[in-house]
């Protein structure tokens, strides 16, 4: 048994996905009125995405149970100790990686997020799935909070906050990304230029697509 596949984390993220299953971004009214197009541009903005997000604070906003899966099969294979994640929502995704950790034998999850009420959410999830201690969360704009105090090196990058902020983050913390880590990008197709980032041969990274919504980089050079 592991930390993920055992109580308290397991049934707790049986619920959690199962709530998350029951919603839907069309429940909220502004979402459900929005043209496709305004969508598309939303999910794309540099400066409109902390009101569009503020939108959907009800909403979990979760990676796939196949992604949960992959971000714990990838810290634990790798034997990550260090965590950074962009966009914490409920925690669903945060748990997976802390439970990783915690069976990697210890480490620290730094985790941001803007929106104070799911701060709280997903505080509760990571305490009642015993791992609040591995996890920091910030509480704020990325961009500010990700650009200080950060370890000397990152073991794995989860990006999976707004879309279009995805260089902007990186390039915050690209510098401790060390060789052979994962950076793991949720939803990336509506961050082009992210994706043309980690898919040129001179950015130092070999990307691929995974399954239908992740893209799946290693940070290349001497370990």
Do not use: C, W
């Amino acid at each position: 048994m592991t930390t993920l596949t055992s109580f308290p984390i397991a049934p707790l993220l049986s619920r959690l996905f199962s709530e998350a299953d029951a919603l839907s971004p069309m429940d909220i009214p502004a979402v459900r009125e929005m043209s496709e197009q305004d969508h598309a541009r939303l999910m794309r903005s540099k400066t409109d995405y902390r009101h569009f997000y503020a939108q959907l604070k009800e909403l979990p906003l979760a990676v796939s149970r196949e992604t949960g899966q992959l971000l714990y099969m990838l810290a634990r294979s790798t034997g990550a100790r260090s965590i950074v994640e962009f966009g914490t929502s409920f925690g669903i995704s945060t748990l997976h990686l802390a439970a990783a950790l915690r069976d990697n034998g210890g480490g620290r999850l730094i985790t941001s997020e803007f929106e104070p009420s799911k701060v709280a959410r997903a505080r509760t999830n990571l305490t009642e799935g015993g791992v609040i201690d591995m996890v920091e969360i910030r509480e704020g704009d990325a961009l500010q909070t990700l650009s200080r105090d950060l370890p000397g090196h990152i073991d794995l990058l989860l990006l999976d906050g707004a879309k279009a902020l995805y260089p902007e983050v990186l390039a915050l913390v690209e510098s401790r990304v060390k060789p052979g880590a994962f950076v793991i990008a949720d939803n990336a197709d509506y961050s082009p230029d992210y994706l043309a980032y980690v898919r040129s041969a001179t950015n130092g990274y070999l990307s691929i697509p995974f399954g239908e919504d992740v893209e799946l980089s290693m940070k290349l050079g001497a370990h």
